[in-house]
């Protein structure tokens, strides 16, 4: 089986590309990603030198690249984890969300309709659906809450996911979407609020929390997040959505003092600061279709994973300060400017 691994050099698909290379050592898989500000190729070092794994880079909305991409490569199945995925820069600079998460789903999909493609996969997100009250803790989203997005971003995931569908139930592309909860997890990128609050607690500097830090947050390690992906990707439904979610619900302000206990950090270096426009209060997902269709359980609880992740950060300090240097971005050419 060929893979095509869109967004492979980000957190999420950085780690599905890990897990699927080293799972399955009888499948190609390429990883295709643009490089923007996200992509870190130092996340794919262990791998890179894998017989079963290519890098190949490039843009998911540039149509006349794709296309002669997919004519060459025959993929059997497109996984794609590329887009922009950072609210507050969506709130910034709202076209670029809509150009890689909108345009580039649909150039993609056009290429697998076009080249045969047998499945394909759009990773998304739980922000599509909104937020849940903080009173309500009995609510959670399901595969059939109607979509009702907050932000740019989670209006450009939206948007993706009903080209999909469109797509699926007009051409016939077998499709499937996973909506996730919160990732955590080794190589996310250190704007996100985890490492955001290790690297900055480490350095004695002051953690930014929104508000109040009361905004919840279902908490899904990514290992569990892959786990899900592969089952879909082999069991699941064509036409199917399904939520994959951790069970591990906690306030923002909970996250942060877990972490500056963890690593023995005052409380005194919690700054609060005024909250993002349109900030979802809770997310949380109900995850008993994927449960009990295809089996899925989460291996980690909070607890265990946060800590594991803490001690990750703490273990590979150069991978993550040189993301803040800026020195990650000239690993590509140090390993492909040749070739």
């Known amino acids: 089986?060929?893979?095509?691994?869109?967004?492979?050099?980000?957190?999420?698909?950085?780690?599905?590309?890990?897990?699927?290379?080293?799972?399955?050592?009888?499948?190609?898989?390429?990883?295709?990603?643009?490089?923007?500000?996200?992509?870190?190729?130092?996340?794919?070092?262990?791998?890179?030198?894998?017989?079963?794994?290519?890098?190949?880079?490039?843009?998911?909305?540039?149509?006349?690249?794709?296309?002669?991409?997919?004519?060459?490569?025959?993929?059997?199945?497109?996984?794609?984890?590329?887009?922009?995925?950072?609210?507050?820069?969506?709130?910034?600079?709202?076209?670029?969300?809509?150009?890689?998460?909108?345009?580039g789903t649909q150039v993609l999909l056009d290429a697998s309709r076009e080249y045969g493609v047998k499945r394909f996969h759009q990773v998304s997100t739980d922000e599509v659906y909104g937020d849940l009250p903080l009173e309500r803790p009995d609510l959670f989203f399901r595969e059939d809450t109607p979509l009702h997005t907050s932000s740019p971003y989670s209006s450009s995931?939206?948007?993706?996911?009903?080209?999909?569908?469109?797509?699926?139930?007009?051409?016939?592309?077998?499709?499937?979407?996973?909506?996730c909860s919160n990732n955590y997890g080794p190589y996310q990128f250190p704007e996100k609020l985890i490492p955001l609050m290790i690297s900055r607690a480490l350095a004695g500097e002051k953690l930014p929390v929104y508000g109040k830090g009361e905004n919840v947050r279902d908490w899904l390690h990514v290992a569990d997040h892959c786990e899900a992906i592969d089952l879909i990707l082999h069991k699941g439904k064509v036409g199917e959505v399904y939520n994959i979610g951790g069970h591990n619900e906690r306030t923002n302000l909970e996250v942060v003092k877990t972490i500056l206990q963890a690593l023995d950090k005052p409380e005194s270096l919690i700054s609060f600061v005024t909250d993002r426009p349109g900030h979802d209060l809770r997310y949380a997902i109900d995850p008993a279709k994927i449960e009990g269709e295809l089996g899925w359980k989460p291996a980690y609880n909070f607890d265990t994973g946060i800590r594991q992740t803490i001690q990750w950060y703490l273990d590979n300090r150069e991978w993550w300060e040189n993301i803040i240097n800026g020195e990650y971005a000239s690993y590509y050419e140090k390993m492909y400017g040749n070739r």
């Open 1 to 103: 089986m060929k893979i095509c691994v869109t967004g492979g050099a980000g957190f999420i698909g950085g780690n599905f590309v890990h897990h699927m290379v080293r799972k399955y050592p009888d499948y190609e898989i390429l990883n295709l990603d643009l490089l923007t500000y996200a992509g870190n190729l130092e996340t794919l070092k262990s791998v890179e030198n894998e017989p079963n794994y290519r890098f190949v880079k490039g843009d998911i909305a540039d149509r006349e690249f794709i296309m002669d991409l997919f004519e060459k490569e025959t993929f059997d199945v497109v996984v794609n984890f590329a887009a922009e995925s950072h609210v507050d820069r969506s709130i910034s600079d709202p076209g670029i969300f809509v150009r890689t998460n909108v345009l």
């Open 157 to 179: 995931k939206a948007s993706a996911d009903l080209f999909v569908m469109a797509y699926h139930r007009t051409f016939g592309v077998p499709a499937t979407i996973s909506r």
